[in-house]
C-alpha cells in the first residue's frame, strides 16, 4: 500500500483519490479552499442558483467508468427510486449568426446534423459530414493509445505520433472544408469558447466535434455540481482522509523520488503524489512546463431575470465579441436564470450585445453577479480551461499522466490529454492506471 497525497479538489484531484483508493491504496487530498469541487461549484444570491462550471457531459461513459470503477453505479447514487439519471440532450447548443442565420445543432446524429446543415444552406450538410467523419479514425487510434492508456512520448506507437505531430492547424482545416463560414465557425466554437486562436490549435483536437456527434450532450438532474457531492461522498466511503484550508507549498524531493507534500501546516509523507492543479503552483514542477501558458476563463455574468425569456438550450452569439447564453439554475418562481459568457473584444455590457441581435433583457434583470476573469481564477485556484494551444508541440509540453519526477503524477484540467469534464476524468483513469493497485 502507497502513501498518496492528491494535490487538489477539483473533479480531477476528485476522481484520482477515488480511484487510486478503490486500488487499494492510502490515499490523501490536499485542498486549498474551504470545499471541493473546483469548478463544479455553483453561485447564489437572492435566491438564484447558477451553476459555477460545466453544464453538460460530452461522453457519459467516463463519468460511469469513474463510479462503476470505484463502488456503487452512478445511476444508483443519483437515486434509483427516484428516476434520476444522466439525460440527453436533444439539442447540444443554438448558433445565432452575424447575418441573423441560426443553426440549431442536434446531438448524438450524424444524419441529424447533416439535416441541420442542409437547412441552413444547401450543401452545407455534405460539407459537414465531409469534415466530421473522417474523425472517427482518429478517434479510435488516440482512444486506445492516447485516452486510455498512460503513455511516454517515447513509447508512443508510430500512428498516435503521425496525428499528434501533424503540423496543419484547425484554422486552415477549416478554411479548406467550408465554402461558408457558418459550419466553420460551429466546428470550432468550442476552441473559441475555451480562448483558444483556432490558428494555433492542431487539426487532430477538432475530434471534439465528433465526439458530440457520436455522443451527444448531456446533463446531471439537480446540476452538474451534483458530480462533486457524490464524488464527495464516494471519497468518505473509500476512507480518504481530506484536507481542507490546506494549499500545498511544493513537493519534497529526496533521492531524485518525491517523499512528501510540504503544507503551511507541515510535511505531508508520500509515496506517490498527484498534482491535479496547475503546476505552475508547484516550484518543483514549474520549470518543466514554463513553456506553457493558462488559457484564460471568459467574463462571466449570471442573471436572474423576471419572466420566462424563451431560451431552451445554450445559445452562441457569434461574432466580436462572443457572447454564450446558458439558461439553467434555480430560480424564484416567475423567474429565470442566465449565464452569460463572453469572449473577444468586450468593450460594451453583453447585454447591450444580446440587445443588438434581438435579445434585449435590460429590462428584466432582478438579479445580477458578474465575474472576471481574475475572479475565477481567484476563486478556483486557477484557470479551469487547461493549457493554451500554442502550436502541436503543446501536447508534449504538458504532464501526465507521469512526469519526470518519481513518484510524481499529473491529472487535471493542465493535464493530459486537456480540459473538460470528459478528458479531465480520462486523465484521472491514466493516472490510476499508471499507479497500478497497491
Known amino acids: 500500500m502507497a502513501q498518496v497525497v492528491v494535490v487538489g479538489g477539483g473533479y480531477g484531484g476528485l476522481a484520482s483519490a477515488a480511484r487510486l483508493a478503490k486500488l487499494g491504496h492510502d490515499v490523501t487530498l490536499l485542498e486549498a479552499s474551504s470545499g471541493l469541487g473546483g469548478a463544479l461549484t455553483t453561485v447564489e ?44 440532450l436533444p439539442i447540444v447548443r443554438e448558433h445565432r ?51 486510455e492508456e498512460p503513455w511516454t512520448p517515447d513509447r508512443l506507437p508510430r500512428e498516435v505520433s503521425a496525428i499528434l505531430d501533424g503540423r496543419e492547424h484547425l484554422h486552415k482545416t477549416l478554411r479548406r472544408a467550408f465554402r ?12 473559441a469558447a475555451d480562448g483558444h486562436d483556432l490558428r494555433n ?3 487532430w483536437a477538432g475530434v471534439t466535434t465528433y465526439l458530440e456527434q457520436l455522443f451527444g450532450a448531456w446533463t446531471m438532474p439537480g446540476g452538474m455540481h451534483r458530480l462533486r457531492d457524490l464524488l464527495a461522498a464516494r471519497l468518505e466511503t473509500r476512507g480518504v482522509t481530506v484536507l481542507l484550508d490546506s ?18 501546516l507541515g510535511e505531508v509523507a508520500a509515496d506517490v503524489v498527484v498534482c491535479a ?18 488559457s484564460l476563463p471568459p467574463v462571466i455574468t449570471h442573471l436572474g431575470l423576471e419572466g420566462d425569456l ?34 473577444g473584444r468586450l468593450s460594451e455590457d453583453m447585454l447591450k450585445v444580446l440587445a443588438r441581435v434581438g435579445l434585449d433583457v435590460r429590462d428584466r434583470v432582478a438579479v445580477r453577479v458578474d465575474r472576471t476573469p481574475y475572479d475565477t481564477v481567484q476563486a478556483w485556484g486557477g484557470s479551469p480551461y487547461g493549457v493554451l494551444w500554442q502550436g ?38 491514466l493516472v490510476a492506471g499508471a499507479v497500478g493497485p497497491a
Not at 461513459?61 to 463502488?71: I, S
Not at 500545498?248 to 517523499?259: E, F, K, P, T
Not at 492543479?277 to 493558462?294: F, G, S
Not at 424563451?310 to 424564484?332: F, K, N
Open 247 to 264: 494549499p500545498a507549498l511544493d513537493l519534497v524531493v529526496r533521492d531524485g523520488r518525491v517523499a512528501a507534500v510540504r503544507t503551511g
Open 45 to 88: 444570491s437572492q435566491g438564484f442558483t447558477w451553476e459555477a462550471g460545466p453544464t453538460m457531459l460530452h461522453v457519459p461513459a467516463v463519468v460511469r467508468d469513474l463510479f462503476r470503477k470505484t463502488g456503487r453505479a452512478l445511476e444508483a447514487e443519483l437515486g434509483v427510486e427516484t428516476g434520476d439519471e444522466l439525460t440527453p
Open 180 to 191: 461558408d463560414d457558418r459550419p466553420a465557425t460551429v466546428a470550432g466554437h468550442l476552441f
Open 97 to 147: 449568426f452575424e447575418d441573423r442565420s441560426a443553426l440549431r445543432l442536434p446531438a448524438g446524429s450524424r444524419r441529424a446534423q447533416v439535416e441541420a446543415f442542409d437547412e441552413l444552406g444547401r450543401g452545407l450538410g455534405e460539407a459537414w459530414d465531409a469534415y466530421v467523419t473522417p474523425y472517427a479514425e482518429v478517434w479510435d487510434v488516440l482512444r486506445r493509445h492516447y485516452f
Open 201 to 203: 490549435v492542431p487539426t
Open 310 to 343: 424563451g431560451i431552451d438550450v445554450e445559445t452562441v452569439v457569434h461574432g466580436d465579441p462572443m457572447v454564450v447564453v446558458r439558461p439553467g439554475g434555480t430560480a424564484p418562481p416567475g423567474h429565470t436564470a442566465w449565464t452569460l459568457q463572453g469572449r
Open 392 to 429: 502541436r508541440g503543446t501536447v508534449r509540453q504538458r504532464l501526465g499522466p507521469r512526469t519526470p519526477v518519481a513518484g510524481v503524477y499529473a491529472a487535471g484540467a493542465h493535464a493530459t490529454p486537456g480540459s473538460g469534464l470528459a478528458y479531465v476524468g480520462l486523465g484521472a483513469a
Open 277 to 294: 492543479i496547475d503546476p505552475r503552483r508547484l516550484p518543483t514542477l514549474a520549470p518543466l512546463v514554463e513553456r506553457t501558458m493558462p
